[in-house]
Structures are given as C-alpha cells and as structure tokens.
C-alpha cells in the first residue's frame, strides 16, 4: 500500500511519525529515503516518541552510525538507529554490525537506506521525503497492506493529499 502525506511542519511530520510508531512491531525495519534537511531524523524523533524515548536522545550522528537506543517503558523493544549519510556503501556496512540491527528483535530505523538497498529487509517499510519549499515535505510511505498499516493511514489522514 501506498501512502502520501503533505507535511506542512515539522509537527505535522512528527504526528505522523508518531502514528507509525505506534504500530511498529518487533522485527520492523523503517527505511528514510531523502535529501539532506527533508525531515528523517526528525521523522526517527517522532517514531521514537511513540516508544517511549525522550526526542533530544535521537540525533544525527556525527561518527556514530548505528545507535541503539532503549525505553523507560518497561517491555519496550529496542530501537535501531542508523545514519548512512557517511558510509560509501553496503560493504562499508556490513562491518559495523548492522545486519544484527536489520534482523534483530528490535525496530529499526535506517537513514540514507538507499546506500543499502540489497541488505534491506523485503517487507520493510519505506518512507521517501521529498522537499517541496521551506517548510513543506512530501511523505511517501510504501508498506504490505495489513490492519496495521490501514489503521496508521486513517489516523493520519488528515496529512494526505485531498484528506
């Protein structure tokens, strides 16, 4: 299924982000597909949000590419936070233990996903930004149809073109 969102702030995308959060399972992997600036470590705050960890923790690396990042809620699952911006590729990857994270028993958030696309997960969640001025974004989201997802859109719906 396919999903389009107008986000016109930086709320709007951490609502969003949010409600996908809310219906994350273990063993789901999220890739962000997008420029620099178009919202994907803001969309990995809200997600993060929704799990229960405080925003501030969730940043762009500066050398640290794959975070791990645990709840105060007890019986979270953990979350996997990569950002490939500075990885040349997949083979630049696989020796940081990132596979571990792509099929591991947490939620995985992957920036820059495009730079891995063979190791992904096929039945990841892909969510594609796309700048369209200043403040607005485009929020592409492809997912397997599933109740989960159904839900997710229609709590959203209010965030997508014509809703």
């Not at 571990?100 to 028993?105: I, Q, R, V």
């Not at 039945?123 to 001025?133: A, G, P, Q, T």
């Not at 403040?135 to 997912?143: F, P």
Request: hydrophobic share 40%; net charge negative.
């Amino acid at each position: 299924m396919q999903i389009d969102f107008l986000s016109s702030s930086v709320d709007d995308t951490l609502e969003i982000a949010r409600e996908l959060g809310a219906v994350l399972l273990r063993g789901d992997v999220v890739a962000l597909i997008g420029d620099l600036g178009a919202g994907k470590t803001v969309f990995c705050k809200g997600v993060g949000e929704a799990l229960g960890i405080p925003p501030d923790r969730i940043v762009s690396p500066s050398f640290t590419i794959l975070t791990e990042h645990g709840s105060e809620r007890p019986g979270s699952l953990p979350l996997y936070h990569a950002d490939l911006y500075r990885l040349s590729g997949e083979r630049e990857a696989e020796g940081i233990g990132l596979e571990e994270a792509l099929y591991g028993d947490g939620i995985c958030l992957v920036e820059w996903a495009e730079k891995i696309a063979s190791m992904l997960p096929k039945c990841c969640i892909n969510v594609k930004f796309s700048i369209l001025d200043e403040s607005g974004r485009t929020l592409i989201v492809n997912a397997e149809d599933s109740p989960r997802m159904s839900g997710f859109a229609a709590r959203c719906k209010r965030y997508t073109r014509g809703g």
